[in-house]
C-alpha cells in the first residue's frame, strides 16, 4: 500500500513561513497525482493544491501568490511552502495521493495522518 508521512507543521506568527513535506512510500508506479488538503474545526475542507504527473499545478484562490507546491520524483517527497502566512491558514493539512486525477477535490484513494499548522496574530 501507498504510505504518505507529513511533517514540517508548527506555529508560526502572522507573516511567517513553514515548508511542509510528504513523503511517500510503499509503491512502485512513480507517477502520482497528489495534493493538499487542509480541514480545521467548524470549517469545510478545503483542496489547497494540487500537482499533477508531470507538475501542472492548481491551487485554491485563498491561497495563490503565498503557497507553492512542488514534487521531487528522485526522493518521492511532495512539498508545500507557504509564505506570508494568515491565521485563517490554521488548520490540520492533509497530503493525499492517488494514480488517477482529484485535482483540488476529495477524491483521492491514499492519504496521509496530517500535519498542524497554527498561525498567530
Known amino acids: 500500500q501507498v504510505q504518505l508521512v507529513e511533517s514540517g507543521g508548527g506555529s508560526v506568527q502572522s507573516g511567517g513561513s513553514l515548508k511542509l513535506s510528504c513523503a511517500a512510500s510503499g509503491y512502485t508506479y512513480t507517477n502520482l497525482y497528489m495534493g493538499w488538503i487542509r480541514h480545521a474545526p467548524g470549517k469545510e475542507r478545503e483542496g489547497v493544491a494540487a500537482i499533477d504527473t508531470i507538475g501542472t499545478t492548481t491551487y485554491a484562490d485563498s491561497v495563490k501568490g503565498r503557497f507553492t507546491i512542488s514534487r521531487d520524483s528522485a526522493k518521492n517527497t511532495l512539498y508545500l511552502q507557504m509564505n506570508s502566512l494568515k491565521p485563517e491558514d490554521t488548520a490540520m493539512y492533509y497530503c493525499?495521493?492517488?494514480?488517477?486525477?482529484?485535482?483540488?477535490?476529495?477524491?483521492?484513494?491514499?492519504w496521509g495522518q496530517g500535519t498542524q499548522v497554527t498561525v498567530s496574530s
Open positions: 493525499a495521493a492517488d494514480r488517477w486525477y482529484s485535482g483540488l477535490g476529495f477524491g483521492y484513494n491514499y
